[in-house]
Structure formats: C-alpha cells, structure tokens
C-alpha cells in the first residue's frame, strides 16, 4: 500500500490549493481515503474523508471551502481547498480506512492504518 501527497505550498489568505492523494498496491474503490491535518504541538485533525460508496465528510472548519472527490481511473483522491486562512497551516496526510466497504467516514485516526509522507501547507501574507 503506498498514498502519495502532492499540491502543497504557501498561498496568501482567500487563495486555493488542490492536493492530490495518489494510491497504489490496493483496490482503491474498496476503502475509505480520508485527508488530516496536523500542526507542530497539536493532535492530527480528521479535515475530510469520502467513503467507498461516495458518501464525504467534512471537518466543520472546512465546510464550504474545502471539496473532496476521486478518480477511480487515476486511483487518486483530491482536496480542492478554497478561501484558505492562516489557521489552515499544517502538514495534510492522506490515509486509508484499515477496513474495506465503510459506507461511512469515521473520523478516528485509529481507523485508518496506511499513511502518506504528508505535503506543507502555509497560509500566509
């Protein structure tokens, strides 16, 4: 199993940045992908998943700014991130549910067992 992030970087407040979560050595569609974020000092924060069936969630920080979708052709998920603040600074992973056929995101990170490297995003002026 391996997820590699792209798309970070620095972005001044009320721009966007798309990520993108590349996955490979599993059946991609079978399982939940969700996107954390964690912050030097802070716990890791659940941002937004999509299920196997396409249910999503968001994090209430992000509703409305941030849009999650796949392509099951690519094998790769994106974080469309809109109207950024400097409070949305933090390393994003992207991760994989440990179970297959979740119709639903649960949020705990205990749930998900396999983790990217993580891309920076900077929010600032």
């Known amino acids: 199993v391996q997820l590699v992030e792209s798309g970070g970087g620095l972005v001044q407040p009320g721009g966007s940045l798309r990520l993108s979560c590349a996955a490979s050595g599993f059946t991609f569609d079978y399982y939940n992908i969700a996107w954390f974020r964690q912050v030097p000092g802070k716990e890791r924060e659940g941002v937004s998943c999509?299920?196997?069936?396409?249910?999503?969630y968001y994090a209430d920080s992000v509703k409305g700014r941030f849009t999650i979708s796949s392509d099951n052709a690519k094998n790769t998920v994106y974080l469309q991130m809109n109207s950024l603040n400097p409070d949305d600074t933090a390393v994003y992973y992207c991760?994989?549910?440990?179970?297959?056929?979740?119709?639903?995101?649960?949020?705990?990170?205990?749930?998900?067992?396999?983790w990217g490297q993580g891309t920076q995003v900077t929010v600032s002026s």
């Open positions: 991760a994989r549910s440990t179970d297959a056929f979740i119709t639903m995101c649960l949020m705990e990170s205990t749930r998900f067992n396999s």
């Open positions: 999509i299920s196997s069936d396409g249910s999503t």
